[in-house]
């Protein structure tokens, strides 16, 4: 069965390790993750490669800048023929509206659906002593939350948040609105980097629509048995 709501995330630099991991993994999920280093290391032929297995791209560029730069960047992303994009909620609501915009205009131009975007909240690698660092003294969940609320206000479809936000979220805003979800760790796996973690039975009993997974998967010796474990 292919899964729809799990994201991997290619967290990769060469086409061929891409094409390794599409190859064992694409029968199984529907979803793949293209941040900046595999596309700043294989530029567009990265996304042609997911494309050629049939499949859909969640373009994780997390933008962040002026509000035209981010609307021009918004009509790239959609004729990049994308499932799904992120912005920096952080970045502020007139920065997201015009993400938005751009991405309604472009989409209509070419006469296909708008992607999904959503607005990255505080990174899972972040706990309250590393935002206290950079100036916010509010919790994690403090700010996971106003920056979800900034991104409905916004018009996005959805936010990019740690397991521990799920349900603050889903009580906050409701169910119109799309939770994906990083820093998930199958039991017994290693946290690595990511401080906010849950496994991924825990973040769908939360309330998360998407969960995304990288290393664990990645790395695995057995990617597709790690999959298989998570599907249940
Ligand atoms: O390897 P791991 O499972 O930690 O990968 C998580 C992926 O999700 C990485 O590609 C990372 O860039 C991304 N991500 C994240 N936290 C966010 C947004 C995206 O970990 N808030």
């Not at 061929?16 to 700043?40: A, C, D, T």
């Not at 996304?47 to 021009?72: C, G, M, Q, S």
């Not at 969940?141 to 397991?163: C, Y």
């Given at each position: 069965?292919?899964?729809?709501?799990?994201?991997?995330?290619?967290?990769?630099?060469?086409?061929?390790?891409?094409?390794?991991?599409?190859?064992?993994?694409?029968?199984?999920?529907?979803?793949?993750?293209?941040?900046?280093?595999?596309?700043?290391?294989?530029?567009?032929?990265?996304?042609?490669?997911?494309?050629?297995?049939?499949?859909?791209?969640?373009?994780?560029?997390?933008?962040?800048?002026?509000?035209?730069?981010?609307?021009?960047?918004?009509?790239?992303?959609?004729?990049?023929?994308?499932?799904?994009?992120?912005?920096?909620?952080?970045?502020?609501?007139?920065?997201?509206?015009?993400?938005?915009?751009?991405?309604?205009?472009?989409?209509?131009?070419?006469?296909?659906?708008?992607?999904?975007?959503?607005?990255?909240?505080?990174?899972?690698?972040?706990?309250?002593?590393?935002?206290?660092?950079?100036?916010?003294?509010k919790s994690p969940e403090g700010q996971v939350l106003n920056l979800?609320?900034?991104?409905?206000?916004?018009?996005?479809?959805?936010?990019?948040?740690?397991?521990?936000?799920?349900?603050?979220?889903?009580?906050?805003?409701?169910?119109?609105?799309?939770?994906?979800?990083?820093?998930?760790?199958?039991?017994?796996?290693?946290?690595?980097?990511?401080?906010?973690?849950?496994?991924?039975?825990?973040?769908?009993?939360?309330?998360?629509?998407?969960?995304?997974?990288?290393?664990?998967?990645?790395?695995?010796?057995?990617?597709?048995?790690?999959?298989?474990?998570?599907?249940?």
């Amino acid at each position: 069965m292919i899964k729809n709501n799990i994201i991997i995330a290619l967290d990769v630099n060469t086409l061929k390790e891409e094409e390794r991991l599409l190859n064992i993994l694409s029968p199984h999920v529907q979803v793949f993750k293209i941040g900046i280093e595999l596309f700043y290391s294989c530029g567009l032929k990265a996304i042609e490669l997911v494309k050629k297995y049939d499949r859909d791209i969640f373009l994780d560029f997390k933008f962040h800048d002026i509000p035209n730069t981010v609307y021009a960047a918004s009509k790239t992303a959609v004729r990049f023929g994308v499932f799904m994009f992120n912005v920096h909620a952080s970045g502020g609501i007139n920065m997201m509206q015009k993400a938005v915009e751009g991405a309604e205009e472009e989409s209509e131009k070419l006469g296909i659906s708008r992607p999904k975007i959503l607005g990255v909240t505080v990174l899972t690698s972040m706990d309250s002593e590393a935002l206290k660092k950079i100036g916010i003294n509010k919790s994690p969940e403090g700010q996971v939350l106003n920056l979800a609320r900034l991104a409905k206000d916004a018009g996005l479809d959805g936010a990019v948040a740690s397991p521990e936000e799920i349900s603050a979220i889903r009580k906050a805003i409701g169910k119109d609105f799309l939770i994906v979800t990083p820093g998930v760790r199958p039991e017994g796996s290693d946290a690595e980097d990511q401080k906010r973690v849950a496994t991924p039975k825990e973040a769908f009993q939360r309330g998360a629509d998407y969960i995304v997974i990288g290393r664990p998967v990645t790395k695995a010796k057995d990617p597709v048995a790690v999959i298989k474990s998570i599907v249940g």
